[in-house]
């Protein structure tokens, strides 16, 4: 509910980011010093989340002021009672939006976090085991976070995209990017792991289930000044792309791929038709690439030390089980079932995102 002391600290922060967010300019003398340059950037992420979870719980309070007011003054029963249902979904979600803003404020261990959590991401998907059929649920899987990222008024691209042999994809990436670039990675990382579908493929004749399973990754997208690649260090290669485009990608060797010598990290771009565009969108997944596996080694060292794996990220655990002959989709990590598998592959995905959510919240504070 609303809390007038909250929504005063909540503005002076509000403030304090649109003087910072002002301040920032390449010709500023913050950027050439390292540590300087750190802090600051740091600080600004924090008050951008905190920015955006401000306008988040303003939003859902003027809804429940329009609620209660059609509540009090209308007079029409019907409207009351569908003004009683909104009511309840408006207070849980202000509840939620409140509990995110005091971990953000509060919690130290959240805090940790929060330079990650309200970045834009880049989101990898690749089949697994299930030959065709996991190509197939690889584009399944795409529909459902593509939808998904409409109803929260997401924007993608795609990045890099293999075809699988008859349909779908063997491996497909995505640049993602939220509302004023808030939140994306903090909803999405959640994600990271095997997911696995038990259905009857299309090819079965005889009309058994099958089980396939796909990977998805997800990482945070960082900036140039966080993560410095000495282009020396890296091999470029360029190739014809077999992608979107028409003919003209075929013709010329507009494809790039990249390899980091150090790390061995590879990447490849082919969805532009400039060979300049690939190189920085390719550059932009090394990057982030390259920020996760140092991240990666931070937080399964810290996991040790807390009761919860979620956000640890880990590629090879079984996350999640969609079971089509039940109509069913399970979260291992939190033991959480909903049977409502067709609107869950329609995008109606936030309800399981945020039990994670909460989950990993409630485990790791100590």
Known sequence: MKKPLLIQKLEE?????????????????????????????????????????????????????????????????????????????????????????ENVLFSSSIEENITEDNRNAIMELRSGTGGDEACLFVEDILRMYTMYFKKSGWKYKIIHAQKGGIKGYKEIILDII????????????????????????????????????????????????????????????????????????????????????????????????????????????????IYHKRMEKQLKERSIERKSLVSTGDRSVKIRTYNYPHSRVTDHRIHKSIHDLTNFMNGDIQEMIDLLKNFDNDQNKF
């Open 178 to 289: 939220g509302k004023e670039g808030i939140g994306v990675y903090g909803d999405l990382k959640f994600e990271s792991g095997v997911h696995r579908v038990q259905r009857i493929p299309k090819t079965e004749s005889q009309g058994r289930v099958h089980t396939s399973a796909i990977t998805v990754a997800v990482l945070p997208q960082v900036k140039e000044i966080e993560v410095k690649i000495n282009l020396s260090d890296v091999k470029k290669d360029t190739f014809r792309s077999s992608g979107s485009g028409g003919q003209h990608v075929n013709k010329t060797e507009s494809a790039v791929r990249l390899t980091h010598i150090p790390s061995k990290i590879t990447v490849e771009c082919q969805e532009e038709r400039s060979q300049h565009k690939n190189f920085e969108k390719a550059m932009n997944v090394l990057r982030s690439r």
């Open 13 to 101: 922060y509000e403030n304090e980011f649109q003087k910072i967010s002002k301040s920032i300019k390449p010709h500023n003398n913050i950027f050439y010093d390292k540590e300087k340059s750190k802090e600051f950037f740091k600080r600004y992420l924090k008050l951008e989340r905190i920015s955006f979870l401000h306008q988040k719980y303003k939003k859902e309070l003027n809804f429940l002021q329009e609620v209660n007011f059609i509540i009090e003054n209308d007079k029409d029963i019907g409207m009351k009672e569908l003004a009683f249902v909104e009511r309840s979904n408006i207070l849980k979600k202000i509840s939620n939006v409140e509990k995110d803003i």
